[in-house]
């Protein structure tokens, strides 16, 4: 089956940095890749996505890059504010089975002032 | 649109009960729900997929017997834990989606299970 890896598994920025979190997967068939964002105890939220024909996609100041050959996803997020501290999931699925989601580990992203 | 609710948000049970979580999608037709489990500081792992009006299908290393999951409609997916122990103590999360190539997972915000 699918298996996603997600580095690094915390990373501290100031406030207005840049914050880079990346994934990898191994199974070439997938093709659907979303990324999550998660505050305790609550549901994860669907931040952007990006589909397999497409290599890179931008949402203000969210963006996130696909290479294919290499199997490996990354999200960027310039700017960053305090709001933006929370978990980073990435995950995988192969769309048309039923939307199946491999998650990656976590990423605890902590902005600071 | 695409709301996903749960019911309870969370429930503490004793050891040896069962305990039922609801799982509904309020404004759309949930053709497959997926349950997902996440200990503290963990990821989400999926426990098993469900499609309306069929058996659920189980993740390797998930009790089927333990862990009874219903879709018998396509707006409602039910999770029981049975026999509950200490150790299934977790945040169990559900999602649905809206048919075979709908690529989207809808989330719902999650029950906190305790058991003592």
């Known amino acids: 089956g699918e298996n996603v890896e997600q580095h690094p598994s915390t990373l501290s920025v100031q406030e207005g940095d840049s914050a880079v979190i990346k994934c990898t997967y191994s199974d070439s068939a997938s093709n659907y890749f979303p990324w999550y964002k998660q505050e305790l105890g609550k549901r994860p939220q669907l931040i952007i996505d990006?589909?397999?024909?497409?290599g890179e996609k931008k949402d203000q100041r969210i963006a996130v890059t696909l290479n294919k050959t290499a199997k490996h996803f990354s999200l960027h997020i310039t700017e960053t504010q305090p709001e933006d501290s929370a978990v980073y999931f990435c995950a995988a699925s192969m769309i048309g089975t039923a939307s199946k989601l491999t998650f990656g580990t976590g990423t605890r992203l902590q902005v600071t002032l | 649109g695409a709301v996903v609710s749960q019911h309870p948000s969370w429930v503490i049970c004793k050891s040896g009960t069962s305990v039922k979580i609801e799982c509904r999608s309020l404004d759309f037709q949930a053709t497959t729900m997926f349950w997902y489990r996440q200990f503290p500081k963990q990821s989400l792992m999926l426990m098993a997929t469900?499609?309306?009006?069929?058996?659920?299908?189980?993740e390797q290393g998930v009790e089927k017997d333990k862990f009874l999951i219903n879709h018998a409609s396509l707006t409602l997916s039910t999770l029981t834990v049975t026999s509950a122990h200490p150790e299934d103590s977790s945040f169990y999360i559900c999602?649905?989606?809206?048919?075979?190539?709908?690529?989207?997972?809808?989330f719902g915000p999650g029950t906190r299970l305790t058991v003592t």
């Open positions: 990006i589909r397999s024909n497409v």
């Open positions: 999602s649905a989606s809206s048919g075979t190539f709908s690529y989207e997972q809808y």
């Open positions: 469900s499609n309306e009006g069929s058996k659920a299908t189980y």
